[in-house]
């Protein structure tokens, strides 16, 4: 099993932007067939997928509402994802969690992804 460690959440105004990183701990065998992906969920709402990249091939998928403003990463040697989130809105406060799945999983479904981190929260104002 994985242990997964956000970091990098906080407090932004609309227009700004923030880094998130996840660190993935497992071994780089399993890492580099593993999807790494972010979801996030906001009070009330349930969680959604956000972004996802296959370690092995570096293939990437992204939720229609955060295209052209979130680019998700990798540096394998560090084992770590990476989430850059740019011109933020409002509605991107939540909770993001990164979370990892075995093989491609780019359809960022929740349950094929077995290991999940803590949390990083993101709160945008407006």
């Known amino acids: 099993q994985a242990q997964l460690v956000e970091s990098g959440g906080g407090s932004v105004q609309a227009g700004g932007s923030l880094r998130l990183s996840c660190a993935v701990s497992?071994?780089?065998?399993?890492?580099?067939?593993?999807?790494i992906a972010w979801f996030r969920q906001a009070p009330g709402k349930e969680r959604e997928g956000v972004a996802g990249?296959?370690?092995?091939?570096?293939?990437?998928n992204y939720a229609d509402s955060v295209k052209g403003r979130f680019t998700i990463s990798q540096d394998s040697a560090k084992k770590t994802v990476h989430l850059q989130m740019n011109s933020l809105l409002p509605e991107d406060t939540a909770m993001y969690y990164c979370?990892?799945?075995?093989?491609?999983?780019?359809?960022?479904?929740?349950?094929?992804?077995?290991?999940w981190g803590q949390g990083t929260q993101v709160t945008v104002s407006s």
């Open positions: 979370a990892r799945g075995a093989g491609p999983r780019l359809l960022l479904v929740p349950a094929d992804f077995p290991d």
């Open positions: 497992v071994s780089e065998y399993l890492y580099s067939i593993s999807t």
């Open positions: 990249i296959y370690t092995g091939g570096f293939s990437t």
